[in-house]
């Protein structure tokens, strides 16, 4: 592990003294980056095929995954929305669920174990959603040092090229048009955004969508429930 973070970039002056240089600050960056990457991977898997919900309350078991319902209903009425902001949703299921994965992923006791002395503050990271990217920020101070010495690192960041943004948008086009009319009126809405493709699939007394963006592999799946008789 010491040798990850520090590496050839560390000159060894005694069984003492390290001189760092500010090259080192690159290994400890791409450590706890690949950390939130590594996060990331897993996140993104399940809010896609479930319905932007890593563990939902509400939801549709649907190919082996709990598809969770953006609006619902068990009565013979207009469903109800369950989740007015779906991308600020998503945003928060990113966060919890990268918050835990990271810290989990970093361990910094290997260089403690080498002599170094480790120092971190406080966590926080925030994901941010815009139209075709995630911006994954990370805020997590640490400084490592050796006698005289020591390298400082806080800011950490990703970004993703997923449109979750664009799904979120549609999503709640979607919820928007079947609470006013029962129904989504899926190609009148590709007509007018070409750019979209919206599949809806009826299983039982739910309906099972799914959002495609041209260009991207990546499709967005939630349930939906109204008018149950």
């Known amino acids: 592990m010491i040798f990850y973070f520090l590496g050839d970039k560390i000159t060894r002056e005694s069984e003492i003294d390290v001189v760092f240089d500010e090259s080192s600050l690159e290994p400890l960056k791409d450590y706890v980056e690949e950390c ?13 095929k479930q319905g932007g919900r890593i563990n939902p309350g509400l939801y549709y078991y649907y190919q082996d995954r709990k598809v969770n319902y953006l ?29 835990a994965k990271v810290l989990e992923c970093i361990d910094l006791g290997e260089i403690r174990n080498e002599g170094y002395s480790v120092s971190e503050g406080a966590f926080a990271l925030n994901a941010d959603l815009t139209d075709y990217n995630v911006l994954v920020d990370v805020y997590y101070p640490i400084t490592i040092s050796k006698g005289n010495t020591e390298v400082t ?77």
Not at 36 to 48: F, M, P, R, T
Not at 191 to 200: D, G, K, R, S, W
């Open 36 to 48: 939130i990457e590594s996060g990331w991977n897993e996140a993104i898997d399940i809010v896609l």
């Open 153 to 229: 690192e806080s800011r950490f960041s990703e970004t993703f090229n997923v449109p979750l943004g664009k799904f979120a948008e549609v999503a709640e086009d979607v919820v928007n048009e079947e609470i006013l009319y029962g129904t989504f009126f899926n190609q009148i809405y590709e007509a007018q955004n070409p750019e979209v493709t919206v599949i809806p699939f009826s299983v039982g007394n739910a309906k099972i969508y799914t959002i495609r963006e041209r260009g991207y592999n990546q499709e967005f799946l939630f349930a939906i429930r109204g008018w149950v008789a």
């Open 71 to 99: 609006c619902h209903t068990d009565n013979f009425e207009p469903c109800i929305n369950k989740h007015p902001f779906v991308d600020k949703m998503i945003e928060r299921e990113i966060e919890d669920y990268l918050t």
